[in-house]
């Protein structure tokens, strides 16, 4: 029988990428894109497509200024994207405690 | 299996959450030396302490011999700081390479500063009362218990959490130390000396050990 909560769980999120992205951004108020691929351990190309998903759903929001000559971008969650995530996790963690 | 998959990501977010938002390198070793540096200073200070009460000249305010003993008193102190937290970065930075982290990212940052606000005021605070002499000299070691207590506390957020209960430690003995004052220095060697070893051994074994 399949579990009704794997219906709950929110298809922006099945990947790993970001997962991990959401994660950061739940326990910081906002992270800078080295800081943010350094600790997710991918490329550029894989962060910026991933993260530029997360937006379009409106999850969370990329800023961008200049510092000098240099482009800074960070990062930080929205409220729809920090809700969004604690249902996913409230839907993983029911999903789990049925296996026990 | 899709059960596995999803105790995977769970246990992904949960470190990643850790991961980005504490500063875990913290090695409990550092802690082990800052206690052995501040028992050789609280001796040293004790011993300079003692020459100067055999002057007379105790609780008389601005003599040349009480800025003398003021001038070694720091000396001590800053030597004890800069050594500790040379300990410090060196055990963590091994630390760091066996977790396979950075010494310095924006959470060893975050610490530092979080720390470093109590502290601050705390130092500032008790030069002052060494500047006016007479019996404010006696609540400087207590205060100085008590607003390292703060930032350990203030600092926990940002780092492994055990520190908070240090942090407690060292608030709960230098308020002792306010009501039983002219032992400050025995109360200064506890809470920098034996309690920090005592921790640092604590923390080795409890995060370290098995690295």
């Known amino acids: 029988m399949i579990n009704p909560n794997i219906h709950k769980l929110n298809k922006a999120f099945e990947n790993r990428v970001r997962l991990g992205i959401m994660s950061v951004l739940m326990v910081n108020d906002s992270v800078d894109f080295n800081t ?3 600790l997710l351990q991918i490329t550029d190309g894989n962060l910026a497509s991933h993260s530029a998903a997360l937006e379009k759903e409106g999850f969370l929001h990329i800023k961008k200024e200049f510092v000098g000559k240099k482009t800074l ?19 993983l963690e029911k999903l789990i405690k049925k296996l026990d | 299996m899709v059960e596995k998959d999803q105790l995977d990501a769970l246990k992904d977010i949960r470190s990643m ?6 500063f875990l390198s913290l090695s409990g070793l550092s802690g082990v030396f800052a206690g052995i540096y501040a028992l050789v200073g609280a001796y040293l200070g004790n011993c300079f302490i003692n020459d100067f009460i055999q002057t007379g000249e105790y609780l008389e ?6 800025f003398q003993l003021l001038i070694k008193l720091l000396v001590v102190c800053i030597g004890v700081l800069v050594l500790s937290i040379v300990s410090a970065f060196y055990f963590s930075n091994r630390k ?45 070691g207590p205060c100085m218990l008590i607003f ?24 709960v003995l230098g308020l002792i130390a306010v009501f039983y004052l002219g032992y400050g220095i025995i109360f200064w060697s506890i ?8 921790y640092g051994i604590y923390m080795w074994f409890k995060y370290d050990k098995q690295l």
């Open chain 2, 61 to 66: 305010g601005y003599t040349s011999q009480y």
């Open chain 2, 17 to 22: 959450m850790k991961q980005s938002s504490k």
């Open chain 1, 73 to 91: 971008t960070t990062y930080s969650a929205t409220k729809t994207g920090i809700k969004a995530f604690e249902e996913h996790l409230d839907a």
């Open chain 2, 96 to 140: 760091a390479k066996k977790l396979g982290q950075k010494l310095f990212d924006y959470t060893t940052l975050r610490l530092f500063i979080n720390m470093f606000i109590p502290l601050l005021a705390g130092g500032l605070f008790c030069l002052a009362m060494l500047l006016h002499g007479g019996h404010f000299v006696l609540l400087v």
């Open chain 2, 191 to 198: 809470g920098f000396g034996v309690l920090h070893i005592l």
């Open chain 2, 148 to 171: 390292y207590g703060l930032a350990l506390v203030n600092g926990s957020k940002y780092t492994l959490h055990d520190i908070r209960y240090l942090g407690i430690l060292e608030i």
């Open chain 1, 36 to 38: 943010l691929k350094d």
